[in-house]
């Protein structure tokens, strides 16, 4: 199986993301980030651009207060507002 190794994306990778959208595998050496099963380093280098996993979302305020059972309301009232 031929394997092409990628410069350091400037990006988080997934690899079960990127191999479920592209059927190719993504791993890392001790020397650097790798793509196998494509053909050229060119396909290897445009699978690696074109994958852009989902940011991770931060909760919103409210989200976090009701984590811990408080709504915004609570909260203002505890503060005086």
């Not at 350091?8 to 990778?13: C, F, G, R, S, Y």
């Not at 020397?31 to 494509?38: N, T």
Request: aromatic share 8%; hydrophobic share 35%; glycine share 6%.
């Amino acid at each position: 199986m031929k394997e092409f190794k990628i410069k350091t994306p400037q990006k988080t990778l997934n690899s079960q993301i990127f191999f479920s959208e592209t059927g190719f595998n993504l791993y890392s050496k001790d020397d650097g980030i790798y793509v196998s099963g494509c053909e050229t380093q060119a396909e290897a280098d445009a699978a690696i651009e074109a994958h852009n996993p989902p940011a991770p979302t931060e909760p919103t305020v409210a989200e976090k207060l009701a984590s811990v059972g408080l709504s915004v309301d609570d909260l203002k009232a505890a503060l005086g507002l």
